[in-house]
């Protein structure tokens, strides 16, 4: 099959990568001269003189403009004479489905597997390895295309999974870019304060590290993504308003119950999230080891659990600095290997702390 590719960033590249190892012959085209230069040299796609040239013959094309381009790059595509199958893999559907104007060519689409990284130099095959990859195919889709989306989806390692575009909208709005919005919350509030002469942020712990780790985001991507789901956004930030005000009357009034109810539902909630990820993940115990800021500590161990067959399901580092060093946090599968494993690093002169990642 011939995939079109327009737009040759992270995602677009990526998408190209993995059509190649299906086998798939690929082109692509951008704005961008540079950014397609780097596609090339990656050898994701060859490169066609401009968007006609690259949807002419195509049996499949994926846009993968940025949002504020992304509704008039499918106009676009879709106005080339030809019947080549559209999709893109935008991270917000509404505009990009009213562009398409009802096309029964156009199957919108939006895989989960963002990257804290950009550009063509950082794609990869293995991007939709595992990940749910949302399709909006409309009343007018044709279900052949839809079909053709779904497969090509499914081939490149992703779960497609059908939703309506205003659907799509809300759910991200609610799982991705309100994190985002609140990490930003938290990070501008704690950066400005100042507390009897002491700033926050020297002092910050591994629960400030963790809540605003997506703080600051490419402001080029997101100012986008906020500005053409704002409503989804603002609709979501008033619900949160709502909680906010509920537990600011808890604290006023000192209702400790109600506090515990609260705690205990939001465990109750990350652990159905963390089963998607681990069969087990009552059984999770979170390791944290302090380590010194030198060379070969992260190899020393890992390479040690490694020899005794335990098992690292995974593990974040929070760097203090290069006097304190830092924290890595190993997650180990049962409290019986969590404490093999704490006695193995204790005895080569690690501290260790061993606790469950979800509570009981």
Known sequence: MRVAVIGTGLMGASVALAARRRGDETVGWDVDPAALTTAVERDAVEAAPSLEE??????????AAPIAQLPAQVAAVLAVPGDATVTDVGSTKASVVAAAAGSPRFVGGHPISGSESRGAENASAGLFENATWFLTPGTHTDADRHRLVHGFVSDLGATPVAIDPGAHDRLVAMTSHVPHVLANIVANQTGEARIEGHEPLVHAGGSLRDMTRI?????????????????????????????????????????????AR?????????????????PDPGGLQRLRVHISDRPGVLAAITQALGAERINIEDFELHHMSPERG???????????????????LERQGYSVVVSPVVDE
């Open 326 to 344: 830092g924290t890595l946090q190993v997650l180990v599968g049962g409290e019986g290997e969590a404490q093999r494993a704490a006695a193995l």
């Open 215 to 259: 703080a600051g985001a490419n402001p080029r991507i997101w100012v986008d993504i906020f500005l053409d789901n704002s409503d989804a956004i603002r609709s979501a930030l008033a619900e949160h308003r709502r909680r906010i005000e509920q537990i600011e009357t808890a604290l006023e009034q000192g209702d400790a119950g109600y506090l």
């Open 262 to 278: 609260w705690i205990g539902e939001a465990s109750a909630n990350r652990r159905r999230m963390l089963e998607r990820e681990y």
């Open 54 to 63: 690259a949807v002419r013959g195509a049996d499949l094309v994926v846009v």
